[in-house]
């Protein structure tokens, strides 16, 4: 077989070394005959000057939380976990200046001017879902100790590009308000299984047609407790953020004409850090401003 424009060169190169000849592809003997398959592949880099969101959700987790044991109506065990994949998921891909996560899902935001893998959708969908997925798998034992992993988990992913900030603040919202809203939900209805005796199928129906402020009042009324004062992380999930903190370490260093000694040395280093707060008002988006770029480039 002959390869590339280069007949004579070709067939000489084969006697030689007949595989590398195959397979080899310089500017001259370019490309063998099937090169053109190449182009069926298509053009998925995402639009310029946009927020590209990769949301992850996690595959049957209802099945996965049944067999894995996991407490009702949240397990911290597996909150955290979720939170220490997404941290590594921030920590080993460039270029991501928020994620949320709640539940089995995580959303992780590019910056607006990232060219990473030459914004190509499927290249950052994809490395963000391994890269989740290998750390879920990898840190399991860190957060569920003696409890196994039964089989191999998966999370499925998609890419949605947002415009501006209000765009991409409006979608966090939503994460966060269907966070708030599950979480009063599932709180209400394993408080009236597990402390109000209630079978499941009660307390579905006692819930038929409340409205938040109903849900509040049960819990307040019937079980003394105060949905607000409710741990943070449940209620309002999990912001990941990148931020400068001064660290100190000591040091021991030769200073010219005295003995060594213990120095210590504080230098400012970026870490991923958690914050289980508001993200819906403009507080949070003041206090950190550095997350969001500006609109009109
Ligand atoms: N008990 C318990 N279950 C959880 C917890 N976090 C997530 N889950 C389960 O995971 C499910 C996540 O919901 P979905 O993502 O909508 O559903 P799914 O079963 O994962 O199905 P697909 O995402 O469509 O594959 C919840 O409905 C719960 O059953 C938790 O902390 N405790
Ligand atoms: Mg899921
Ligand atoms: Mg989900």
Same mark, same amino acid.
């Given at each position: 077989?002959?390869?590339?424009?280069?007949?004579?060169?070709?067939?000489?190169?084969?006697?030689?070394?007949?595989?590398?000849?195959?397979?080899?592809?310089?500017?001259?003997?370019?490309?063998?005959?099937?090169? *053109?398959?190449?182009?069926?592949?298509?053009?998925?880099?995402?639009?310029?000057?946009?927020?590209?969101?990769?949301?992850? $959700?996690?595959?049957?987790?209802?099945?996965?939380?049944?067999?894995?044991?996991?407490?009702?109506?949240?397990?911290?065990?597996?909150?955290?976990?979720?939170?220490?994949?997404? %941290?590594?998921?921030?920590?080993?891909?460039?270029?991501?200046?928020?994620?949320?996560?709640?539940?089995?899902?995580?959303?992780?935001?590019? @910056?607006?001017?990232?060219?990473?893998?030459?914004?190509?959708?499927?290249?950052?969908?994809?490395?963000?879902?391994?890269?989740?997925?290998?750390?879920?798998?990898?840190?399991?034992?860190?957060?569920?100790?003696?409890?196994?992993?039964?089989?191999?988990?998966?999370? $499925?992913?998609?890419?949605?590009?947002?415009?501006?900030?209000?765009?991409?603040?409006?979608?966090?919202?939503?994460?966060?308000? =269907?966070?708030?809203?599950?979480?009063?939900?599932?709180? /209400?209805?394993?408080?009236?299984?597990?402390?109000?005796?209630?079978?499941?199928?009660?307390?579905?129906?006692?819930?038929?047609?409340?409205?938040?402020?109903? @849900?509040?009042?049960?819990?307040?009324?019937?079980? +003394?407790?105060? *949905?607000?004062?409710?741990?943070?992380?449940?209620?309002?999930?999990?912001?990941?953020?990148?931020?400068?903190? $001064?660290?100190?370490?000591? @040091?021991?260093? @030769? /200073?010219?004409?005295?003995?060594?000694?213990?120095?210590?040395?504080?230098?400012?280093? %970026?870490?991923?850090?958690?914050?289980?707060? +508001?993200?819906?008002? $403009?507080?949070?988006?003041?206090?950190?401003?550095?997350?969001?770029? +500006? =609109?009109?480039?």
């Amino acid at each position: 077989m002959l390869i590339g424009n280069s007949g004579t060169l070709a067939v000489r190169c084969c006697i030689v070394k007949p595989l590398a000849c195959l397979f080899t592809s310089t500017s001259n003997m370019a490309k063998s005959k099937f090169e *053109y398959v190449r182009s069926f592949e298509t053009d998925d880099t995402c639009l310029r000057n946009c927020y590209i969101v990769v949301r992850l $959700d996690g595959r049957n987790f209802h099945k996965f939380a049944a067999q894995h044991n996991f407490t009702k109506p949240n397990d911290n065990r597996a909150l955290g976990l979720m939170t220490r994949s997404a %941290r590594s998921v921030m920590e080993e891909l460039e270029d991501i200046v928020i994620s949320y996560g709640q539940s089995d899902e995580f959303s992780f935001v590019f @910056k607006r001017t990232s060219t990473w893998f030459k914004r190509r959708a499927s290249k950052l969908m994809t490395h963000v879902a391994s890269q989740f997925s290998s750390s879920y798998v990898f840190y399991w034992k860190e957060f569920f100790g003696e409890q196994p992993l039964l089989y191999p988990p998966g999370f $499925d992913g998609r890419v949605v590009l947002y415009p501006s900030n209000r765009n991409l603040r409006d979608y966090l919202s939503w994460r966060q308000a =269907d966070c708030h809203i599950n979480n009063l939900y599932n709180t /209400v209805f394993w408080t009236l299984v597990q402390k109000g005796g209630l079978t499941t199928v009660q307390a579905e129906d006692r819930l038929k047609g409340t409205l938040a402020a109903d @849900k509040n009042e049960i819990l307040f009324s019937d079980f +003394d407790i105060n *949905y607000n004062n409710e741990s943070a992380q449940h209620r309002k999930g999990t912001a990941l953020i990148w931020e400068k903190r $001064d660290e100190t370490v000591t @040091k021991r260093m @030769k /200073v010219p004409n005295e003995e060594e000694k213990d120095v210590a040395v504080t230098r400012s280093r %970026r870490r991923v850090e958690a914050h289980h707060c +508001d993200i819906i008002g $403009d507080q949070f988006w003041e206090d950190h401003p550095e997350i969001l770029e +500006d =609109d009109s480039c």
